[in-house]
């Protein structure tokens, strides 16, 4: 990708000032990013608002000699720049992955706005909000912490279980300031619908261990979920459904498969193929989509392609990186010269991040068999402008795996990118820049079916 990106941290080998902040305005084709130094005397980092990304490790951040240096080694970026007599401003030249753009730092402070996230429920709320925690019985010392929101009155009514995508999520989903999940619950609640959502283990309030945890693991936590719900006297115990997003609608088929407590499964931009296949599409349409030529997408995903195979030749985690780390090291051996200090400095946090227990589990785990076997009413939804889950890829497979269900829906919506918001081109970089949280035709199809479904409008 043409933008920054987070990067592993590193130790940190720089001549750097005490207390100092710098902050600039970097001007890329079609958005603009602020770049904030900080350096505390002994290690400096790089945050990136509106990316979401804070405390990228400098290698390097010095002011000597009338010059501001810094480098991200991480993610092959650097600047230099002249400094004013004052020393409170440096123009210069920031650079990475061949790319080389005008930029001024000036000292101090950025006078950065909150993002403005309008859809973000604020109390007080037209419904009850109720702090719960249950324990995972199928997993020793997970015990999920989550809201349960409820819509007004004693019920019992019904509910979805909401269930999050890849990475360490907490209850809201949490993503550049949206928090869809809360969005969802909120309009849910408002048709007359409860929810609940939950940190993932090992996340906020949630105890357990998140690192070691593959989708079947999330499963259980769902599953979990659903057996906490039918405790409870204002919850319909036959009316309990999944809503899974991304990774999370994987999930929600593996656990509501041959389930008889699971009434109705929501799946948000769900992969119906296995996972190898999701990330070698992925990576290209990424790529083109952040303005790199085909060729150089299609590179990037046959290179994708070949560490992937790579890290699934070897049982042995310690073996399969041996041969991944080969392959990205021949690799970057072909690359132009003014690319290969980035590939080289990621190359290591690559290969973690494709031999990481839930990674090597997700590449090979194929969602169709628990998408055939699921009997009950099914929505499942992609955004037109997908390009983490493709409609194009995933919308056929999931149509064969779901054709005996005659209770099946399957729709994808307009213009519409990976998060439902409304989108020009479905570019990750664009979803901390848009406002929306979740577009409006997405909250109606979906929390309208689930109302006709669970028999509060017909």
């Not at 603009?32 to 990136?48: E, F, H, I, M, Y």
């Not at 419904?127 to 020793?140: G, K, L, M, T």
């Amino acid at each position: 990708m043409a933008a920054l990106c987070t990067a592993l941290m590193l130790v940190a080998g720089c001549l750097s000032v005490a207390g100092e902040v710098w902050h600039g305005l970097l001007s890329l084709p079609g958005s603009k990013l602020t770049l904030v130094v900080r350096s505390d005397g002994k290690a400096a980092t790089l945050d990136v608002p509106e990316q979401g990304a804070k405390g990228i490790p400098l290698t390097r951040f010095e002011v000597r000699k009338g010059v501001l240096r810094f480098e991200a080694r991480s993610i092959g970026a650097s600047f230099e720049g002249q400094l004013n007599e004052s020393g409170t401003r440096a123009a210069g030249k920031f650079r990475q992955g061949g790319l080389e753009l005008p930029l001024t730092m000036q000292k101090g402070e950025p006078n950065l706005q909150p993002p403005r996230r309008p859809q973000t429920p604020r109390p007080p709320f037209p419904y009850d909000a109720e702090e719960v925690a249950f324990d995972n019985p199928e997993a020793s010392g997970v015990r999920l912490a989550g809201t349960l929101v409820k819509p007004k009155g004693e019920g019992p009514f019904p509910c979805v279980v909401m269930v999050t995508g890849s990475g360490p999520q907490d209850r809201d989903q949490t993503i550049l300031d949206h928090k869809p999940f809360a969005v969802w619950a909120d309009a849910l609640a408002k048709a007359g619908v409860a929810s609940l959502r939950c940190d993932d283990r090992g996340v906020g309030k949630s105890t357990g261990l998140f690192s070691t945890a593959t989708s079947d693991d999330f499963a259980s936590d769902a599953r979990a979920a659903v057996a906490f719900l039918k405790t409870r006297k204002d919850i319909d115990a036959g009316r309990i459904g999944l809503m899974g997003h991304s990774e999370g609608g994987l999930i929600a088929p593996m656990a509501a498969a041959d389930h008889p407590d699971v009434a109705f499964v929501v799946l948000l931009a769900p992969p119906a193929v296995p996972g190898r296949d999701i990330v070698v599409v992925q990576s290209r349409l990424i790529a083109e989509a952040e303005g790199a030529k085909p060729e150089d997408a299609a590179k990037a995903a046959e290179l994708t392609d070949k560490l992937v195979g790579a890290i699934l030749s070897e049982e042995e985690r310690d073996k399969a990186a041996e041969r991944a780390l080969a392959v990205y090291r021949e690799a970057v051996a072909a690359m132009p010269e003014s690319e290969r200090a980035s590939a080289e400095a990621s190359m290591t946090r690559h290969v973690a991040q494709l031999n990481s227990p839930w990674m090597r589990r997700f590449l090979v785990l194929d969602p169709r068999p628990y998408l055939a076997r699921l009997k009950v009413p099914v929505l499942a939804v992609w955004g037109e402008y997908d390009l983490q889950v493709p409609p194009s890829q995933s919308l056929p497979e999931a149509r064969r795996a779901l054709a005996a269900n005659p209770r099946a829906e399957l729709k994808v919506l307009s213009m519409l990118n990976h998060l439902f918001q409304l989108s020009a081109s479905g570019r990750l970089s664009e979803y901390g820049r848009l406002e929306e949280t979740i577009h409006e035709i997405a909250l109606r199809e979906v929390v309208g079916w689930v109302a006709r479904t669970t028999g509060i409008r017909k």
